[in-house]
């Protein structure tokens, strides 16, 4: 692990989950804790990029130092993304970003009827997707995947879909991995390549995440 990796660089990394609104008390979310992404932006800091973190809700610390836009909505997370791309070398989207929001918000809180309510839901923007589709000072950009059958295949299909150089998939609905955990594991796949990420702390796991990140940034951008 080498300290000044990533000297120079701005990491931008998106963390935790997104709340979509149903009224003034109501929300839609996951169980996101944002540990993973806190700890790929400290991972990143200590090989001396500037890092630059978009969060959603979450209860984790975020090391000092670091910059922090903190947001609610997945469209509020896109936005702030947008706003701070430029110069961004690197982009990792670690947020568990919500695909679907309520196609209204209700001002006033929903009354409870005797009947069943149905909730119409809209698509989100897909922000990791965004940031690999920009045609000006595209950052080597990083997705996450989290599956819960056939992973190579889902993640192979979700790096290729969404043009990223890189995706790193966990499994999820396995006891003591993933969300809500504090340890992970993980399988990190770029264009002809491979490396799995055996069962660790999270913290462990983001060091050995940003040092294949770091390699192959420098790899890509040396070629
Ligand atoms: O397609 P799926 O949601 O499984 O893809 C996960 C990856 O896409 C993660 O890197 C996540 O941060 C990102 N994503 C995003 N915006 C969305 C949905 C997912 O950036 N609206």
């Given at each position: 692990y080498s300290p000044g990796a990533l000297q120079g660089c701005t990491v931008m990394i998106t963390a935790g989950p997104t709340r979509e609104a149903i009224d003034p008390v109501r929300f839609i979310s996951n169980r996101s804790s944002g540990k993973m992404g806190f700890e790929l932006a400290a991972a990143a800091q200590k090989t001396g990029a500037r890092v630059i973190v978009i969060a959603g809700p979450s209860g984790e610390f975020l090391a000092a130092g670091i910059e922090r836009w903190d947001v609610e909505t997945a469209q509020q997370m896109y936005e702030t993304v947008m706003q701070h791309?430029?110069?961004?070398d690197i982009f990792i989207g670690a947020a568990a970003v919500a695909d679907y929001r309520p196609a209204t918000r209700s001002a006033e809180k929903i009354k409870k009827k005797e009947t069943a309510l149905t909730l119409r839901l809209v698509r989100n923007p897909d922000i990791v997707q965004a940031v690999a589709a920009l045609?000006?000072?595209?950052?080597?950009t990083v997705g996450f995947a989290a599956e819960t059958h056939r992973l190579k295949e889902h993640a192979e299909h979700k790096r290729c879909h969404k043009q990223l150089d890189m995706i790193a998939a966990n499994w999820v609905g396995?006891?003591?991995?993933?969300?809500?955990?504090?340890s992970n594991a993980l399988e990190v796949f770029w264009e002809g390549g491979h490396v799995s990420i055996a069962q660790a702390t999270k913290a462990q796991v983001a060091r050995h995440l940003i040092e294949i990140i770091s390699e192959r940034y420098h790899a890509q951008s040396s070629a």
């Open positions: 791309i430029e110069d961004c045609d000006q000072g595209r950052p080597f396995r006891p003591g991995l993933g969300f809500d955990s504090t």
